[in-house]
Nanobody, 122 residues
Framework: QVQLVESGGGLVQAGGSLRLSCAAS????????MGWFRQAPGKEREFVAA????????YYADSVKGRFTISRNNANKTVYLEMNSLKPEDTAVYYC???????????????WGQGTQVTVSS
């Protein structure tokens, strides 16, 4: 069983930055690919970014490419999402997830955190 706990969300003005963290409880953190997803009110959960177990492969949704950066620290069992140039449309609950492969589909992930709210004001 893997427990994931997100932190770092909050309220920020458009153009600002936030850094989300997701801490994992498992000893085998380095065995998992990690992903970040988000869900806005009334919308489906959507892919944001993913990183391979090694950290060498990263993938991004087109809507965040060039603004967001995903990274991981296997020694600290933590994955990060650095978000810059934030826009009001980035407002959502952000979730981290763990799975065997860094994919964009929610079904590829076995474990999910409880989410952290990000609100971007215009």
């Amino acid at each position: 069983q893997v427990q994931l706990v997100e932190s770092g969300g909050g309220l920020v003005q458009a153009g600002g930055s936030l850094r989300l963290s997701c801490a994992a409880s498992t000893r085998t953190f380095s065995n998992y690919a990690m992903g970040w997803f988000r869900q806005a009110p009334g919308k489906e959960r959507e892919f944001v970014a993913a990183v391979s177990w090694s950290g060498f492969e990263t993938y991004y949704a087109d809507s965040v490419k060039g603004r967001f950066t995903i990274s991981r620290n296997n020694a600290n069992k933590t994955v990060y999402l650095e978000m810059n140039s934030l826009k009001p449309e980035d407002t959502a609950v952000y979730y981290c997830a763990a799975g065997p492969r860094p994919r964009a589909e929610t079904t590829e992930y076995d474990y999910w955190g409880q989410g952290t709210q990000v609100t971007v004001s215009s």
